[in-house]
T-cell receptor, first 116, second 118 residues
Framework: AQKVTQAQTEISVVEKEDVTLDCVYE???????LFWYKQPPSGELVFLIR??????QNEISGRYSWNFQKSTSSFNFTITASQVVDSAVYFC?????????????FGEGTQLTVNP | GAVVSQHPSWVICKSGTSVKIECRSL??????MFWYRQFPKQSLMLMAT?????????EQGVEKDKFLINHASLTLSTLTVTSAHPEDSSFYIC??????????????FGPGTRLTVL
């Protein structure tokens, strides 16, 4: 069975602070995909990144960066110089592989609040 | 990119009535679509996998007679909540899988449908 754990239920920071959202996953598949999504108050999921299990390169996109460490089964997400517009619920998700195909398993989500 | 729409975006109905929610892939064909349910302040929970031309596969604990899924074409899947009750009030989200060579498992999400049962 696949499992995604986001231990931080809520995080509150002040604008311009850096913040890291943690994600730990469990899977028996050798090939899998990891995702991060943002869900603003409107409810629509916004895709942020997809990473496959064979690519452990860290990625940076503007103020966003992701750290994938297969050895610790973690895929953490850092927002640098946070802004109020970053306030949302962020979900880490896992899919793919021999046992689950396209099905996505979501973590419980982290509510990020960025205060001005 | 790929666009997935849902209709309606919100619906309010009386207890005991049935509600149909449509999920459409607008610019690609999707042999597989997924239906998720999200209660307030909770995560998305997969309800069922909808495959074009075959019966849907339901997750454990999801009543298939209550949540009817029909995937009649490569661009449309429908979820019908039959005899809705207040506990069925939730945010329903669909996603469609777009297959591309070398990029499997690419899911695109609809904007969601908020169902309120009075």
């Amino acid at each position: 069975a696949q499992k995604v754990t986001q231990a931080q239920t809520e995080i509150s920071v002040v604008e311009k602070e850096d913040v890291t959202l943690d994600c730990v996953y469990e899977t028996r598949d050798t090939t899998y995909y990891l995702f991060w999504y943002k869900q603003p108050p409107s409810g629509e999921l916004v895709f942020l990144i997809r990473r496959n299990s064979f690519d452990e390169q860290n990625e940076i996109s503007g103020r966003y960066s992701w750290n994938f460490q297969k050895s610790t089964s973690s895929f953490n997400f850092t927002i640098t110089a946070s802004q109020v517009v970053d306030s949302a619920v962020y979900f880490c998700a896992l899919s793919g592989g021999e046992t689950s195909g396209s099905r996505l398993t979501f973590g419980e989500g982290t509510q990020l609040t960025v205060n001005p | 990119g790929a666009v997935v729409s849902q209709h309606p975006s919100w619906v309010i109905c009386k207890s005991g009535t049935s509600v149909k929610i449509e999920c459409r892939s607008l610019d690609f064909q999707a042999t597989t679509m997924f239906w998720y349910r999200q209660f307030p302040k909770q995560s998305l929970m997969l309800m069922a996998t909808s495959n074009e031309g075959s019966k849907a596969t339901y997750e454990q604990g999801v009543e298939k007679d209550k949540f009817l899924i029909n995937h009649a074409s490569l661009t449309l899947s429908t979820l019908t909540v039959t005899s809705a009750h207040p506990e069925d009030s939730s945010f329903y989200i669909c996603s469609a899988v777009k297959w591309r060579t070398g990029f499997s498992n690419e899911q695109f999400f609809g904007p969601g449908t908020r169902l309120t049962v009075l």
